[in-house]
């Protein structure tokens, strides 16, 4: 069985490995397909391409656009779409931007809850400035040892309510389908289970992405949990989604489960890329 991952991060965003160094490291992880989908930019596909080709793995072009529907951040996968495609590029910039005024807020609440000095702590993680992020704070302070690793920070500084959170308009839902769509690409729910939605606005946010002309979510992901699998294997024949799979890989150590670990699609549902390979 072809083994396929389909949501990862390099230090284009807010990974820590190069991408040519995230392709070895699915490939040593027995992954045969495998997708670069960094937040909001599309500058690591080249290399990615070039290293997944040289490791004799399939590659699918990608990007994980951040979406804000509800008052929530939402995510939508880009797959199979073309990096050079006007719309999407000009998109991807327009979402970048804000992000180092947002950086520096953080920065500000961060000093005022007794943690100084975060925005250039965080910047020591960054690999591209235009998209400093959340996940940089993090890293920074389980540096630190302000926590133990970064789910913590996340739950004590820059989660809704927190001392270090900061909300950021991002694009709309139909923004994010529109330009991925305008680059042949095929648009993706990204890991439905973790948005603090009851079950009324998960389904219209379902509703929505379909009448924009989205089919296709996230059903086995890394953040996902495994009881989470099935319920979404569910939501994809009830909806008639096709369904995709990846670790939501950013760095090793940090994710919930590693590239070798990652369970198979339930039976029963369509892969998104049945007739891709």
């Not at 797959?79 to 931007?97: K, S, Y």
């Not at 704070?137 to 900061?166: D, H, M, Q």
């Amino acid at each position: 069985m072809l083994k396929v991952d389909l949501h990862c991060h390099s230090n284009v965003s807010d990974g820590v490995l190069a991408p040519a160094a995230v392709a070895a490291y699915a490939r040593k992880g027995g992954v045969d397909a495998w997708a670069l989908t960094d937040h909001d930019e599309v500058k690591g596909i080249k290399a990615a391409r070039q290293a997944a080709a040289a490791l004799g793995m399939r590659f699918v072009p990608g990007v994980e656009i951040s979406v804000t529907w509800a008052n929530e951040t939402v995510h939508v996968v880009g797959l199979q779409i073309d990096e050079d495609a006007p719309q999407l590029v000009q998109g991807l910039a327009a979402t970048r931007a804000g992000r180092d005024a947002r950086g520096r807020e953080i920065a500000n609440q961060l000093a005022r809850a007794g943690i100084p000095g975060a925005y250039e702590g965080a910047l020591k993680y960054v690999g591209n400035p235009d998209l400093l992020s959340r996940t940089h704070f993090a890293r920074y302070l389980v540096e630190i040892g302000a926590c133990a690793n970064t789910p913590e920070v996340f739950r004590k500084y820059l989660s809704e309510g927190k001392p270090g959170y900061v909300p950021h308009r991002w694009a709309t839902l139909a923004d994010a389908v529109g330009w991925i769509r305008s680059a042949g690409g095929i648009p993706v729910i990204a890991h439905p289970g973790r948005y603090r939605f009851d079950r009324t606005a998960e389904g219209a946010l379902f509703d929505e992405f379909k009448q924009l002309g989205g089919n296709t979510i996230e059903v086995v992901t890394g953040s996902h949990t495994p009881d989470q699998y099935g319920v979404y294997a569910e939501v994809a024949k009830r909806h008639g989604f096709l369904a995709s799979r990846g670790t939501d890989f950013h760095a090793p150590g940090e994710a919930r489960v590693e590239f070798d670990k990652l369970a198979p699609l339930p039976a029963g549902l369509t892969p998104v890329w049945h007739d891709w390979f």
